[in-house]
């Protein structure tokens, strides 16, 4: 920056000012010039009152709570000779500030007493009512990771979700297979009771036939002999009337005969 002394090797400070947005509507200007007035007012007074040199409101689809600044913190230096000069520090008033707040300037300490000093703008300053105060996190570990561990996390996740998925449907597919196969062997089952029912009545029916065939030679058997024994008895009776001299008369003749030949026919 021209005129300025620049320590350190950080060009300028880029800043993400995140305003509540349950306590803010993003979309009513009055709030939006409140939100990019307030970053700028805080960022300045908190930098030593000559930081910021360009921010904007976001107008994303996302949201509209975020103010995007740039801000390089300047200073005026004094030499002992009276001398004075204009110098910028990217941390000179964060750490100032965390010495004061923690009794230490270490970025941890740094970032909590930006929280802490933010949050009181928002409940002084602005007035906000319901603004939380920040939460101190358990752990110290880094909350960026780099885009390409960020990449890998997510394609493990969503091999994770597919193999899930994957798994699910194997599930479901063989239970509609062990369903759809004790559902064949009940039909089969119900199949072969019909065949063997079928085949009890055939088997049935057979024997019905077999024993009324037999029944029935058998009766043609003794009708057969039964006509033999009367044929010989009319034989007999005409014989001993020839020999008693009786003799047959032709109506007992005809008798005779035609009991003959009603035998012959059958």
Do not use: W
Request: aromatic share 6%; glycine share 6%.
């Amino acid at each position: 920056m021209k005129g300025v002394k620049q320590s350190g090797r950080c060009a300028c400070i880029h800043a993400l000012v995140q305003f509540p947005t349950g306590l803010l509507d993003g979309s009513d200007e009055a709030h939006q010039r409140a939100m990019l007035h307030h970053a700028v007012a805080f960022l300045n007074h908190y930098h030593g009152g000559d930081a910021v040199f360009a921010a904007r409101l976001d107008r994303d689809e996302r949201g509209r709570h975020t103010v995007d600044a740039f801000l390089l913190p300047r200073y005026d230096f004094h030499y002992k000779d009276g001398r004075r000069v204009k110098k910028a520090s990217v941390s000179k008033f964060s750490k100032a500030h965390a010495k004061r707040r923690f009794g230490r300037d270490d970025r941890r300490s740094q970032g909590s007493a930006l929280q802490d000093a933010f949050f009181e703008h928002l409940r002084d300053n602005m007035q906000l009512q319901g603004v939380m105060p920040p939460e101190r996190k358990k752990s110290t570990t880094k909350d960026r990771v780099e885009p390409e561990v960020f990449g890998l996390r997510k394609d493990r996740q969503k091999l994770h979700e597919t193999s899930r998925r994957l798994v699910k449907a194997d599930r479901v597919a063989r239970q509609r297979i062990k369903d759809q196969k004790a559902e064949i062997e009940a039909k089969a089952r119900r199949i072969a009771m019909k065949e063997a029912a079928l085949t009890s009545g055939q088997k049935k029916l057979a024997a019905e036939r077999s024993a009324y065939e037999e029944a029935s030679a058998k009766r043609s058997s003794a009708l057969v002999q039964r006509e033999a024994a009367v044929r010989r008895d009319a034989k007999t009776v005409r014989n001993v009337r020839i020999l008693s001299g009786q003799g047959v008369s032709r109506s007992l003749n005809r008798i005779l005969n035609g009991a003959f030949e009603s035998q012959e026919e059958r």
